[in-house]
């Protein structure tokens, strides 16, 4: 099923689409479907078209589209592939997308009322941007209106290594619009990646690109709806840190940008360290440990995760030590 687009233009009046394409990876997610094309169903403007990627469900999700496409205002394009994976899912998406800009959406999550209005005005707002993003919420949890999220401030980040280094949140799939041409220069998604394939991007795109951040949800992550593929693979060795070290290796970084990108990488081991210290891995938090450029990593987060790495073996010789005083 593939619907013609409608021609939409400034002047189209306040309900007019976007220069925007939606994307949906759809695998498996019959149940949540319907809620996630009503949530882009519900913004004003609408996106100019929804490309659903059925990247080999087993169930009756791809059905379900169809019968929706059939009454939705939107324009609704449903594309089938072999399972091949969300990457692959997503760069089919891209491919097919008709419009300068991407929007993912998972297809268990859903917009908040005013979300793609919000990226339009910070589109206009920040002209050089190519990566806008906001923030998500979970399930359950209190958002903006859709005014106050309109009057939500956008910030222009000259470095995106350096916002997440003071703690800021990273881009995730669902609250993203990117430039359709950006992405393509970022080489898309990795395919055949299961631990960090998302995160992978967002570092390329970190390297090139500028962003603008609004921080605030825009997006609802309904991690209830199944499971959470994320927690089981904490600790592990994210696939951008591969990358990191192949674009080091062929000064693929620009300049400005290698120093931020190098501290990101450290805050991030730094991290691994402490996550797999405190699950009691910690051989492979030393080991870990040992790999970290402490020059450039973050020196309060690299003696937290010294101390917590080395934590029993300190204890254990302060305990050695404790009854040669008393004898003293």
Same mark, same amino acid.
């Given at each position: 099923? *593939?619907?013609?687009? !409608?021609?939409?233009?400034?002047?189209? /009046?306040?309900?007019?689409?976007?220069?925007?394409?939606? +994307?949906?990876?759809?695998?498996?997610?019959?149940?949540?479907?319907?809620?996630?094309?009503? %949530?882009?169903?519900?913004?004003?403007?609408?996106?100019?078209?929804?490309?659903?990627?059925?990247?080999?469900?087993?169930?009756?999700?791809?059905?379900?589209?169809?019968?929706?496409?059939? !009454?939705?205002?939107?324009?609704? !394009?449903?594309?089938?592939?072999?399972?091949?994976?969300?990457?692959?899912?997503?760069?089919?998406?891209?491919?097919?997308?008709? !419009?300068?800009?991407?929007?993912?959406?998972?297809?268990?999550?859903?917009?908040?009322?005013?979300?793609?209005?919000?990226?339009? %005005?910070?589109?206009?707002?920040?002209?050089?941007?190519?990566?806008?993003?906001?923030? +998500?919420? #979970?399930?359950?949890?209190?958002?903006?209106?859709?005014?106050?999220?309109?009057?939500?401030?956008?910030?222009?980040?000259?470095?995106?290594?350096?916002?997440?280094?003071?703690?800021?949140?990273? +881009?995730?799939?669902? %609250?993203?619009?990117?430039?359709?041409?950006?992405?393509?220069?970022? /080489?898309?998604?990795?395919?055949?990646?299961?631990?960090?394939? *998302?995160?992978?991007?967002?570092?390329?795109?970190?390297?090139?690109?500028?962003?603008?951040?609004?921080?605030?949800?825009?997006?609802?992550?309904?991690?209830?709806?199944?499971? %959470?593929?994320?927690?089981?693979? #904490?600790?592990?060795?994210?696939?951008?840190?591969?990358?990191?070290?192949?674009?080091?290796?062929?000064?693929?970084?620009?300049?400005?940008?290698?120093?931020?990108?190098?501290?990101?990488?450290?805050?991030?081991?730094?991290?691994? +360290?402490?996550?797999?210290?405190?699950?009691?891995?910690?051989?492979?938090?030393?080991?870990?440990?040992?790999?970290?450029?402490?020059?450039?990593?973050?020196?309060?987060?690299?003696?937290?995760?010294?101390?917590?790495?080395?934590?029993?073996?300190?204890?254990?010789?302060?305990?050695?030590?404790?009854?040669?005083?008393?004898?003293?």
């Amino acid at each position: 099923m *593939d619907r013609t687009p !409608r021609l939409c233009t400034p002047s189209a /009046g306040p309900d007019r689409c976007a220069d925007l394409s939606v +994307v949906i990876p759809l695998h498996d997610k019959a149940p949540f479907i319907a809620r996630t094309l009503a %949530s882009i169903e519900a913004q004003r403007p609408a996106p100019a078209e929804v490309v659903v990627i059925d990247d080999g469900s087993n169930d009756e999700g791809a059905a379900l589209v169809e019968r929706i496409a059939a !009454r939705s205002p939107l324009i609704i !394009r449903l594309i089938r592939q072999d399972n091949r994976g969300v990457s692959a899912a997503r760069n089919a998406g891209m491919r097919a997308a008709r !419009r300068d800009w991407i929007a993912f959406l998972d297809a268990d999550d859903t917009y908040l009322p005013g979300a793609l209005a919000t990226f339009e %005005s910070a589109r206009r707002t920040v002209p050089g941007a190519e990566v806008i993003f906001g923030e +998500v919420c #979970q399930a359950g949890q209190d958002s903006l209106s859709a005014l106050e999220l309109a009057e939500a401030p956008v910030l222009f980040l000259s470095d995106y290594f350096a916002h997440l280094v003071r703690g800021g949140p990273e +881009v995730t799939a669902s %609250s993203v619009m990117i430039r359709r041409g950006a992405l393509i220069r970022a /080489g898309g998604f990795p395919e055949g990646v299961t631990v960090g394939e *998302d995160s992978d991007t967002w570092f390329r795109l970190g390297c090139e690109t500028r962003f603008a951040y609004l921080p605030a949800p825009v997006a609802r992550y309904h991690i209830e709806d199944g499971a %959470s593929g994320w927690r089981a693979h #904490q600790g592990e060795v994210p696939h951008w840190h591969q990358t990191f070290a192949d674009w080091i290796a062929r000064g693929r970084i620009a300049l400005p940008r290698r120093r931020s990108a190098a501290r990101f990488h450290a805050y991030s081991c730094l991290h691994a +360290v402490i996550w797999q210290a405190n699950a009691g891995h910690r051989d492979l938090a030393l080991a870990r440990l040992a790999q970290v450029d402490w020059q450039v990593a973050p020196k309060a987060l690299w003696v937290k995760a010294l101390v917590i790495a080395l934590a029993p073996s300190l204890l254990r010789a302060w305990l050695r030590l404790k009854p040669r005083r008393a004898v003293r």
